[in-house]
């Protein structure tokens, strides 16, 4: 049965209760502004009742002041996680297509491709025509031609600084999964020594929850929390919980009170991609060494934002099929060395033209069948039989280092998928850079054919690419360069002369990356002809010597390549049309990128509004709350008062 003095007990449960209800709504009051802060509500409950042996069964036996709790609901947590990964994706494409479309611009009085290129091909050619055999013409002519040079020179080194901008955040941001990642872990060991003890860490755990906030920003992110048992008793919870974090579509980061740090390895010159990346790109690794795809259509967040930026090719990327696999089928003419040789078949439109090709020229990494090879060399090769059907085929020599692979090619990858770099469906650097290379390649291709055939085909070409050296240019067009006959024979066997294409028929053309083919010309590297830049006069105008100096049907021959798309197509349409065509691909790129930002801005203030509902502190409520548990207080207070008279009476004035 219970005691006399059970009434008072019950009174100072109640009392401790609403002290901790005070207290606890002192803590909220006080955390109105902390960012990450959960309202935290006390946890109460009615104690066990006593058995009195009376007619009226079990006595109350008060309160009991169980714990506090912080309001969560992981549901929407997982839902803002998920959407700010797709915010900080956006956010980082709008700032850098913000800034390549800043590069682009063109107000066709700003010194843009369009004032540049009407200048040359529209004021420059007919001033030209006005005095055909003058000099003053085609001066001007060629100091408009080395604007446009220019242009594209400066163009590609504004992509480029991007370029090193985006990777070196990348390396920033993989910094801060790393930070993020240690700081929860540590979390994770205080939160479980303390609530083994039999209390919840309340704050500790809001850290930890702003830590996955920040995180999730940064890089897709699940989480996951396990109740830990004892190995003892398996059926008992010792009180503790095992939390996971896992990115990029469920590798895992964090595991308890353990973490794994990724690792930036900036790619050797051998290891490029694209002929166009900087050199240095990062790879990311696991700190095991096991690689971190980058290509991960989960990767989420504004990793994928700047590695969308840095490595986007719109899909176009090297693949295709292996034909043949040969164990030092290859050997140098110099040295005598051999090599192990891998024959591809490709058939996508940007590998069988050559001047769309954006493959590295310095060497790189082949998969073949998901197995890695070093590559130190290729060729290009298109072999044509009689009835005009080309094959377009790649042949790789691969490194003899050991270091890079460890062993021979096996006739196992025939018939396998090969590839090169990885598919990253948007337009990001390396797409812009190769669409770049492919006007100027085109374009200086045809200038240069048109000005070669004047003067009964003793012309002198225009436009060329410095080599590496600075000192030494390609010679296109030169009979006596490696890459002639074959650009020849390409041009003849994708021309619409029926009868000059089927001069190529049963022909094998083949181009090596060395050779002084249009492929080695680039943005970056496009220029004038030293010879005529230095005599513009070099500069004819008409195709047959015997014609007067007043001729100009090479120059009409120039006008008609710019103004008609079947004499020069790009993208379905004329020269001037192509790099329209660009420039509306970047303002669709930061169009949407826009739109994106604006969207998941719009869904992550609902979601964090919902969030602040469930959980934020609201000053209205607290204040309710404190009057509330004042007067619970001074009743409770009022209570003990009332039996302290009760059992002063009782003791001091019946003798008890």
Not at 491 to 503: E, F, H, I, L, M
Not at 508 to 514: N, Q
């Amino acid at each position: 049965m219970s005691s006399q003095f059970f009434g008072l007990n019950i009174a100072y449960s109640g009392l401790l209760a609403a002290n901790a209800n005070l207290n606890t709504t002192a803590n909220n009051i006080s955390n109105v502004q902390t960012e990450g802060y959960s309202r935290q509500t006390v946890d109460t409950q009615a104690a066990f009742p006593i058995r009195t042996f009376q007619a009226y069964g079990c006595a109350g036996a008060g309160v009991d002041t169980l714990s506090v709790e912080r309001i969560r609901d992981g549901f929407y947590d997982q839902k803002y996680w998920n959407n700010n990964s797709k915010l900080g994706e956006y956010n980082m494409k709008q700032y850098y297509m913000r800034e390549m479309e800043d590069y682009f611009y063109d107000s066709g009085t700003n010194g843009g491709f369009a004032s540049i290129y009407d200048k040359l091909m529209i004021t420059a050619l007919e001033e030209i025509m006005k005095d055909p055999g003058a000099s003053t013409g085609k001066s001007q002519f060629v100091g408009y031609a080395g604007q446009l040079t220019d242009y594209f020179n400066q163009i590609v080194g504004n992509l480029q600084n991007v370029q090193k901008d985006v990777n070196a955040e990348i390396k920033i941001k993989i910094d801060d999964i790393n930070s993020i990642s240690s700081e929860i872990a540590t979390l994770n060991e205080q939160i479980t020594t303390i609530e083994m003890g039999g209390q919840k860490a309340n704050e500790l755990r809001d850290r930890r929850d702003l830590l996955v906030d920040r995180l999730s920003m940064i890089v897709d992110v699940e989480t996951e929390e396990l109740p830990v048992y004892d190995k003892n008793d398996p059926d008992r919870e010792t009180g503790a919980y095992r939390f996971i974090v896992r990115i990029a579509g469920g590798q895992s980061l964090v595991d308890a009170n353990e973490h794994n740090d990724l690792v930036c390895k900036a790619r050797e010159d051998y290891e490029k991609v694209n002929m166009t990346d900087v050199n240095g790109l990062y790879d990311v690794y696991w700190e095991n060494g096991e690689r971190f795809s980058l290509a991960n259509s989960r990767l989420g967040g504004e990793l994928r934002g700047l590695i969308e930026m840095r490595d986007g090719n719109n899909g176009e990327y090297f693949q295709g099929k292996v034909t043949e696999t040969v164990v030092e089928g290859y050997e140098d003419p110099e040295t005598h060395k051999k090599y192990d040789t891998v024959t591809v078949e490709v058939d996508r439109d940007f590998l069988t033209d050559l001047n769309k090709n954006n493959m590295s020229d310095q060497g790189g990494i082949i998969n073949l069948g998901n197995t890695e090879y070093y590559y130190k060399s290729w060729s290009y090769n298109v072999e044509i039989d009689s009835a005009g059907k080309a094959t377009y085929t790649y042949k790789f020599i691969l490194s003899d280092d050991p270091k890079l692979n460890a062993r021979h090619v096996t006739g196992d990858r025939v018939g396998k998928l090969a590839k090169i770099g990885d598919n990253f469906d948007y337009q990001g650097v390396p797409y812009y850079m190769s669409q770049l290379n492919e006007w100027v390649r085109t374009f200086a291709q045809k200038f240069n054919d048109i000005l070669k055939e004047g003067d009964d085909n003793t012309g002198i070409i225009m436009f060329t690419g410095n080599k590496p050296t600075d000192t030494e240019q390609y010679l296109f067009g030169d009979q006596n360069a490696a890459g002639w006959r074959t650009d020849t024979l390409l041009r003849a066997y994708n021309s619409k002369d029926p009868d000059v294409q089927a001069s190529t028929y049963g022909q094998t053309i083949t181009v090596d990356v060395t050779d002084d083919s249009y492929y080695k010309l680039t943005a970056e590297n496009f220029s004038i002809l030293t010879a005529m830049v230095n005599d513009p006069s070099l500069m004819t105008n008409k195709f047959r010597k015997g014609d007067g100096v007043e001729q100009n049907d090479l120059i009409e021959a120039l006008q008609d390549m710019t103004r008609e798309k079947d004499a020069l197509s790009f993208r379905g349409g004329t020269p001037s049309t192509f790099l329209e065509g660009v420039l509306s691909d970047v303002a669709l790129g930061a169009a949407a990128a826009n739109t994106g930002v604006v969207s998941y801005e719009t869904v992550q203030q609902a979601i964090g509004n919902v969030r602040l509902s469930v959980s934020g502190v609201d000053e209205d409520e607290e204040a309710v709350n404190l009057v509330k548990f004042q007067n619970a207080y001074n009743l409770a207070s009022k209570m003990i008062s009332v039996f302290n008279e009760i059992y002063r009476r009782l003791i001091l004035e019946t003798g008890v």
